[in-house]
């Protein structure tokens, strides 16, 4: 076999091998976790309305589940991400997208966070995800709180 029609054969097997990857793929899609009923994700601390000034503690509640960390799957349990200034997701059968300054992931577990935030009126809410950081199944959130920081 020459030396151009050793390379076409491997270009050829990888593009096939990256076809066949691509075709299962789907097929193993995780599908979001169902979430027991009544399980519900809450903001400790700041209360919403609060007038604060930095370094911002924020505490994370939730009723229902137990928090593991990210990789860690165990039945009704997950990690908070918290969203700030931000919606949450359109798409709740994705992982929970991580934007810097914006969703913040807690994946090894954590129920509070210290933030500085700019001088102003801020919005914060936290979500549940699961080992993949995909939210389950009703979305286990919280309320979305207001909080204003002074300069």
């Not at 995780?30 to 027991?36: E, K, M, S, T, Y």
């Not at 939730?62 to 200034?85: C, R, S, V, Y």
């Not at 919005?123 to 207001?146: W, Y």
Request: glycine residues 8%; positive net charge; charged residues 10%.
């Amino acid at each position: 076999m020459n030396r151009f029609s050793h390379k076409s054969l491997i270009r050829s097997s990888l593009l096939l091998a990256g076809l066949l990857l691509a075709s299962v793929a789907p097929l193993h899609a995780q599908q979001p976790l169902p979430a027991p009923a009544g399980a519900a994700a809450y903001v400790i601390s700041p209360a919403d309305g609060a007038k604060l000034s930095n370094p911002v503690v924020v505490r994370f509640g939730l009723k229902g589940m137990g928090i593991a960390p990210a990789g860690t799957q165990m039945e009704n349990t997950g990690h908070h991400h918290l969203f700030i200034d931000t919606d949450l997701p359109a798409n709740l059968t994705q992982p929970i997208p991580a934007v810097e300054g914006k969703v913040l992931h807690f994946g090894k577990g954590q129920t509070e966070t210290t933030l500085t935030l700019s001088p102003g009126t801020h919005t914060l809410q936290l979500m549940l995800g699961d080992h993949l950081h995909i939210p389950n199944n009703p979305a286990v959130s919280s309320t979305k709180i207001t909080i204003t920081v002074a300069p």
